[in-house]
C-alpha cells in the first residue's frame, strides 16, 4: 500500500515567481475522454478560488494536473522560477485508506514531514503545533482513536488538522465539504479563510454553489472548457451558469446577499447535459 493511499495528502516542489499558477491552454485526456479543453487561467498569490461546474466537467482533474499526476495531452502549467516550499493537495476523502490501522495522532502528525523529514524526533515545537492544529478543527481528546472509528465530519477535520501541520503556502483540495454536516463545513471554512489571511493560496473543487457565493470571492467555472473566471458575483450569472451546464439553475439563483444555509442548495451538482458556449 502506498503512503499516498493511507495518508491521503502529496506534497510537490516546484519554482514560482511569486506564488502564482499560470495555466495555457491546458487539455489533459482522462480515461481516453476529453476533461479539460484548452483551459487558461492566472491565480494570483493569496487567492481563494473555488473551482465550480456539472458532474465530469473536468474539476478534479485541474488539481490533478497541478499536482502533475495527470499528464497534459497539450498546453503548460507554469508555476514560475522561485522555488515553492510546498504544496498541498487534500484528495476527495474515499480515495483515503481509512481502515489502516493508524491513529488521529499519527496521521495528524505526518503532516510535518515536509518540514522536518522522516527521520527527525517529533519534539516539543512539533507536539505543540499538534495540539494546535488539532484545536483549530475541534478535535482535541480524540488524537488517540484509530481513524476508522472517526465520523465523516471527523474524518474531515482530521485532514484538514494535517494539512495545517503541513503549512503549505499552496492548498489543492478537492471536494472538501462532500457529505459533512453543515456545522463541520462553517468550522472548516474559518479555518480556510483563517489559512488564506495569513496568505496561503487556496484553490478548492466545490459543489455547493450556495456556499460559493458566501464564502468564496472568487469562481472559476469549468465545463471542460473555462466557461468564466474572476469575481463570484461576475461569474456566478445565470448566463454563465447556463453555458456550463446547469440547465434548472440559470434562472433560480438568488442575489449575491441572499441569506441562506450552506446547505439550502446542497443538491446543485447536476449531472452535465452539455454547454452552450457561442
Same mark, same amino acid.
Given at each position: 500500500? /502506498?503512503?499516498?493511499?493511507?495518508?491521503?495528502?502529496? &506534497?510537490?516542489?516546484?519554482?514560482?515567481?511569486?506564488?502564482?499558477?499560470?495555466?495555457?491552454?491546458?487539455?489533459?485526456?482522462?480515461?481516453?475522454?476529453?476533461?479539460?479543453?484548452?483551459?487558461?487561467?492566472?491565480?494570483?498569490?493569496?487567492?481563494?478560488?473555488?473551482?465550480?461546474?456539472?458532474?465530469?466537467?473536468?474539476?478534479?482533474?485541474?488539481?490533478?494536473?497541478?499536482?502533475?499526476?495527470?499528464?497534459?495531452?497539450?498546453?503548460?502549467?507554469?508555476?514560475?522560477?522561485?522555488? +515553492?516550499?510546498?504544496?498541498?493537495? &487534500?484528495?476527495?476523502?474515499?480515495? !483515503?485508506?481509512?481502515? %489502516?490501522?493508524?491513529?488521529?495522532?499519527?496521521?495528524?502528525?505526518?503532516?510535518?514531514?515536509?518540514?522536518?523529514?522522516?527521520? /527527525?524526533?517529533?519534539?516539543?515545537?512539533?507536539?505543540?503545533?499538534?495540539?494546535?492544529?488539532?484545536?483549530?478543527?475541534?478535535?482535541?481528546?480524540?488524537?488517540?482513536?484509530?481513524?476508522?472509528?472517526?465520523?465523516?465530519?471527523?474524518?474531515?477535520?482530521? &485532514? %484538514?488538522?494535517?494539512?495545517?501541520?503541513?503549512?503549505?503556502?499552496?492548498?489543492?483540495?478537492?471536494?472538501?465539504?462532500?457529505?459533512?454536516?453543515?456545522?463541520?463545513?462553517?468550522?472548516?471554512?474559518?479555518?480556510?479563510?483563517?489559512?488564506?489571511?495569513?496568505?496561503?493560496?487556496?484553490?478548492?473543487?466545490?459543489?455547493?454553489?450556495?456556499?460559493?457565493?458566501?464564502?468564496?470571492?472568487?469562481?472559476? &467555472?469549468?465545463?471542460?472548457? +473555462?466557461?468564466?473566471?474572476?469575481?463570484?458575483?461576475?461569474?456566478?450569472?445565470?448566463?454563465?451558469?447556463?453555458?456550463?451546464?446547469?440547465?434548472?439553475?440559470?434562472?433560480?439563483?438568488?442575489?449575491?446577499?441572499?441569506?441562506?444555509?450552506?446547505?439550502?442548495?446542497?443538491?446543485?451538482?447536476?449531472?452535465?447535459?452539455?454547454?452552450? !458556449?457561442?
Amino acid at each position: 500500500m /502506498r503512503l499516498s493511499a493511507v495518508f491521503g495528502l502529496f &506534497l510537490v516542489n516546484y519554482c514560482s515567481g511569486d506564488l502564482m499558477i499560470n495555466i495555457t491552454n491546458l487539455s489533459v485526456h482522462y480515461r481516453e475522454s476529453l476533461a479539460l479543453d484548452e483551459v487558461s487561467a492566472f491565480i494570483e498569490e493569496g487567492e481563494l478560488i473555488a473551482v465550480v461546474g456539472p458532474n465530469g466537467a473536468g474539476k478534479s482533474t485541474l488539481l490533478k494536473s497541478i499536482m502533475q499526476q495527470l499528464k497534459p495531452s497539450s498546453g503548460c502549467i507554469d508555476l514560475g522560477h522561485r522555488c +515553492l516550499k510546498d504544496i498541498a493537495y &487534500l484528495p476527495q476523502s474515499h480515495q !483515503i485508506d481509512r481502515q %489502516f490501522p493508524i491513529t488521529v495522532r499519527e496521521f495528524v502528525s505526518a503532516g510535518s514531514w515536509q518540514r522536518i523529514s522522516f527521520w /527527525r524526533a517529533f519534539g516539543r515545537t512539533e507536539q505543540c503545533l499538534l495540539q494546535e492544529a488539532l484545536h483549530k478543527v475541534n478535535l482535541i481528546g480524540v488524537d488517540d482513536r484509530q481513524i476508522s472509528t472517526l465520523s465523516g465530519g471527523q474524518f474531515q477535520r482530521m &485532514l %484538514f488538522a494535517r494539512m495545517l501541520m503541513q503549512d503549505a503556502d499552496v492548498l489543492l483540495l478537492d471536494e472538501p465539504f462532500n457529505a459533512i454536516d453543515a456545522q463541520t463545513t462553517e468550522d472548516l471554512m474559518t479555518v480556510i479563510h483563517d489559512c488564506q489571511r495569513k496568505g496561503k493560496t487556496i484553490l478548492a473543487v466545490i459543489h455547493d454553489l450556495a456556499l460559493v457565493r458566501r464564502f468564496f470571492p472568487n469562481v472559476m &467555472l469549468i465545463a471542460t472548457q +473555462l466557461i468564466a473566471s474572476g469575481t463570484t458575483e461576475t461569474v456566478m450569472t445565470g448566463e454563465n451558469l447556463a453555458k456550463a451546464g446547469y440547465q434548472y439553475l440559470s434562472s433560480e439563483m438568488p442575489p449575491l446577499n441572499t441569506e441562506y444555509s450552506v446547505n439550502s442548495l446542497s443538491q446543485t451538482e447536476l449531472p452535465f447535459y452539455g454547454r452552450n !458556449i457561442s
